[in-house]
Each structure stands twice: as C-alpha cells, then as structure tokens.
C-alpha cells in the first residue's frame, strides 16, 4: 500500500491553465453597403488606460522611473497595443473580430484606432477605404488616428473579461474617397460590454 | 524512460535495516554533504522549500513564479570514500502573467545523482577536515506539462528545463571543537540545451557557513550562498535576463531532539543581485528532516 502511494505521488504529474483578463474589440456595420468590395483598414489598436493621479510619495521621491528597454520594444511587447492588420467588411452586417487583449490589471478608459492603409491583406490593394461595385469605385489611403472613450471599466480578477464593440454608420459614398473616409470615421461609436 | 527506471528502482528497492554506528565522535549537527561518511552510512532527509520570483517589466511582460517543493534525499556510503546521493524533487508551481492568467504544475521535478569522494578525513575516528570532491549530474525527469487541452505549459511553469547538466566541484568541512564547524564548496555546471531549445549559461556557486553549536542538540548557522551564472540561450538567441551573481545569506537553526533524528529550518536572503532583469527573488524558506538510519 505505501508502495503504491509512492508510486502514485512520484509518477503523477498535472497541469491546469486558468485565463487571465481578456479585452475583444469587435465591428459592426449599422448599415451595411451593397457593394461587390467594401473595405475599412485598421492597422493598429490600443486600450487607453484611465489616467490615474500619481501617489503623492512618488511626488517626494527623486528617484524617477526609467525603462530598462523602450522604443519599439515596449511597442512590441505592450499588452495593451495590438499591431495586426485587420479589415472590417462594410458589406457585412454581423460582428466581426478586431482585436484580443490580454491586458494588465487596471481600469481602461478608451480605445484608440490606427486606420491606416492596408499592409496585410490584397482585397484592400494597399488602401485604407476601398469601395467598389455598383457602378462606384472609391479608395483612400488617408491614415487617421480615432480615439473613442468610454465610461471607465475595471479590469481585475472581479472584472476579467470586456468587450468592446465599435459601431460604423456606412453611409452611401460621398463624392470620393476621402470624403466617404472622413464621414465614416465620424460615426464611429464604442460600446464598453462587461462580462463576467 | 526516466520514469520506467524509478519504478523499477522504486519496485525493487527494500528498507534498510543496517544500523550504522551511532557513537561517532564528532558532535556536529551535519547535513547531507557536509557530514562525515563511514562505510554503510545511509541517511534520508525531506525538505520543504517555499520561494517566489517576479521578472519582467511592470504593465508589460511581467511574470511571477512561486513554488512549493519537497526534496527527498538520501545518502549512502558504500565505501569509507565514497558517497551516493540521490534527490528527487517533488514541485507545485504556478506562474501568472502580467493578464493574470495562471498556469499550475505539479509533479516530480528533475532528479540530482551525486558521488561524493571523500580525497581528506577517511579513516581517522575524529577529523578536522573533511575535503571532498563532488560529481553530480541533473537529469531531465521532469515530464513536460499539458493542460487538459493538451497544450504544454510555457517554459517558465514547467518542473525544470528538461536538461541533463553535469556538475563537479569540492566541498570542505572543518570541525573546530565540540562547539565550531564551517562548511565551504565550489561547484560549477555546465547544463546541456533542454526543453523549448533552452540552453542554461553555465554557472558557478560557491557556499560557505559556520555553525554554533552552544548546546549539544542545537547549532546555529550562518553563511553566504553565492551564484553566477553565464547569459542563456533560447533557441539560439541570448537571453541574458537572468544572467549574473545572485548572493543570499543564510541562516538555520539545527535541532537534534533524539538521537538518529535532527531538523532544521532556515531562510536564504537574497541581497546582492547583479542580474539585469528585471528580475527580484523573495527569501527562500526551507525546513529539513534528517534520520540517520
């Protein structure tokens, strides 16, 4: 029997994972074009962290805060910056996946939107905007930087899951493609879904 | 393989009942490794080790590791020269990123095979010195962890780096009367690439303590445990993080309530680290239970 209980504790081995805090960035189209290509660009997403006021020792203290690496490295490495291009289907009505944070602890405030021309995916052909069929075919390769907040959320181990939905109004396209760039980037809203 | 070979080993092996003598003249309270080896000494020992570590930049990458192990040790001389000493680490660990997302482990760890030779102090019923050459080799026994997906564990969360690494180094112990004892070693490793294409820098540790003993059955003791260790390789590229001289204090306090029997608990401080980092190590709690068989 004791043989057996040292077998058993000598040879059994076990692992779990448990999932951490998670941040989904979805788009959605109101309303949704009925074009042949209909292409939004997004190159870069950032959560804005909510500022916070500094504690009043590090105020005192004159020791600063140095990184050890900076630049693109903490760039590449930041939790809260995801840089994969994405394109957000105008024609399309249902939700679509922009972007996965697995974020530090802390209360985020904003989300900031790099629209920028594609660097990933041919059916943009190198652009921000492109529209085509119907008779119409716009691009743009304008790059526009949106920052859109919202009511401050948590994110802990009480709070480990949100969901972000940013909303586009596509209208029917303007007289070109800048045009129908900058009117579609003015309807863009953002909708803060907790999850538990 | 590895585990096909400690059930055998476990299967096969019966209890001792050897008594080897218990009138050995020399009244300090030793470890295993700092002891005095005579032919047919067999000496077990467990000990418990409770240690934390965080590395990684805040609100960036992040991680921290704890770990709650268990050493099962035992000695055996065979020869007057010669001693055999085997450890088998049982580990729970759990790493959490900067997400909070855990990942746990536990299970057997990496076993350690040392043959001590005993080169000063052989043969002589109360020795001041005990000079001993040391040859051990780590074995990568760790089975490597999956999640019930079957997704393995990141390199960080597994029991160890899956390598063999052989060691050699020399320990001294000199006793100084009934009340005094100090305890010195060098050894050096050089560990072979392991798991995920790991390849530990080589390092070297130096350990040196004195003991008190101002009563028969209780020895204070006091030291420096000192490593450095050469930068890592992971999949070829360096990774010099964790690279540099780690030095703790120590301290323990050795009881022997009955004969045959003696505990001892300690703490390891870390205080000096020249590792780049951002790395920082918590004290290292530990509690030893040794029987002389």
Redesign the interface.
Known sequence: MSRAAVLFFVLTACAEREPGLMVSVTAEVASPLSLDTATLSIERVELVRCETARPWWRTLSPISTAWAHGGADVEATDPRVVVAPVLVALTSGEAQPVATFAPPPGSVCAVSLTFAPSTADARAQGTTLFLEGAGTRQLSTRRYVVTKSFDARALDEAHPALTLRLRFEAAPPGADGDQTLAALLATVSVVADERT | MS?LL??VL??TAGWSTACPTCTCANPALTTIGADQPFAGRIRLATTFRAWAQQDG??????AALRELRLDLTASWTPLERLTLILN?P?QARER?????????????GELDLTARVLLVGAQTFRPRHLISLLASARLPT??T?????G?A?SLD?Q?GPGAFVPALGVSWTAFIGDRWSTFASLTGDVPLEGRYGLRIGPGVQVVGAAQFQPIRWLGLRAGVDARYEAVSFLRGVASPELAGLLTQALADVIVSPVSRLLISAGVRVPFVDTR???VSSTPIASLTVLVDL
């Open positions: 585990r400690l059930l476990v299967l930049r805040a609100e960036l990458d992040r088998v049982l959490t990123d900067v997400s909070l997302a855990k990942e746990r482990g536990f299970g057997p760790a089975p962890l999956h999640d019930a997906t997704s564990l969360a029991l780049p980092g951002p």
